[in-house]
């Protein structure tokens, strides 16, 4: 007996849903438990130049929230983001 999901057995293959470097959002099938698609963060790595999962995705919004904010995959990953300009006072 198979235990996967047959729609994820049908979409095995990663399927690129939107690239911003370094970072890219893809579907990898289906999840089992609920039938909702498996989205990812990816991230490419700098001298090997490879694809890996840093993030899951709990639904389709908040993927689509940091495909539109380029700054919340940086937030996802711990790296330095919304930063603050400096602001000076004009007398």
């Given at each position: 007996?198979?235990?996967l999901d047959?729609?994820?057995v049908d979409s095995t293959k990663t399927i690129v849903i939107h690239e911003r470097l370094p970072f890219r959002f893809v579907q990898k099938g289906y999840i089992q438990l609920n039938g909702n698609p498996?989205?990812?963060?990816?991230e490419q790595d700098y001298y090997s130049r490879k694809w890996s999962?840093?993030?899951l995705f709990d639904n389709a919004d908040q993927m689509l929230l940091a495909i539109e904010d380029a700054e919340y995959p940086k937030w996802?990953?711990?790296k330095p983001c919304y930063i603050k300009d400096s602001v000076c006072r004009v007398n």
């Open positions: 007996m198979n235990d047959p729609k994820s498996d989205l990812r963060l990816q999962d840093v993030y996802l990953t711990g």
